[in-house]
């Protein structure tokens, strides 16, 4: 089961862009593990940022990350039959939101994954409430997030470290995360439109993950 949460600019009236993203990730990772079904969830029950501006405040992920980890909660609640394997996705300002519902209040998961993150809360993976060879980023060479969101703080300028506006770049190996692999010419909306990426991601919400490269630093 997949649950991904997107970030700034999101609201209802692009949920079906959403759900179409959803769906390629949901096929492909039936495909990778035959006889098995996946259930796809686009999270956009918050108020999201609804500019660049806006995503450099903490605020909205505050205000979600207790709705977010009560619904994943639900769902393990919810579920009929063998445990499914749960993964949460989060996109942008949405893995902010994801970060900070897992680092305060758990989440019910069995993967945690970010692609494109100004960070996620903290500055390494083991502080995410799950293992971190179950934490997962990627980010492209062409995703403009690194330019976008350095870190605001005066002491983290100059130190050598990836910081960004939340924490460290998840994608970053001294994160002790691992990688989700990228085509390195998406940009920060292309993750979904590259089989490269596409298969990564698929790979870890069907659980058949471990092949890939650590990140661990």
Known sequence: MLTSVPGTFSDLGDAMDYVDRNDRLAERAEQLNPGTKTAAITWSDYNSPSDLLNASDERFAN?????????????????????????????????????Y?????????????????????????????????????????????????????????????????????????HFGGQILETDPTAGHSDYWDREQSIDSISRVVAGNNREMPSNHG
């Open 101 to 173: 519902a897992a680092r305060d209040h758990g989440l019910s998961s069995d993967e945690i994954a970010f692609i494109g993150s100004p960070g996620v809360g903290v500055d390494r993976a083991e502080d995410l409430g799950v293992p971190p060879d179950h934490v997962w980023s990627g980010t492209s060479g062409h995703d403009i997030i690194d330019t976008w969101t350095p870190s605001l703080s005066p002491g983290d300028i100059g130190n050598g470290s990836d910081d960004h506006w939340y924490g460290m770049n998840p994608s970053d190996p």
């Open 63 to 99: 205000e979600a990350k207790g709705d977010l980890a009560r619904f994943q909660e639900g769902l393990r609640a919810t579920h009929n039959g063998p445990p499914s394997h749960n993964t949460v996705l989060g996109h942008s300002y949405g893995s902010t939101v994801v970060g």
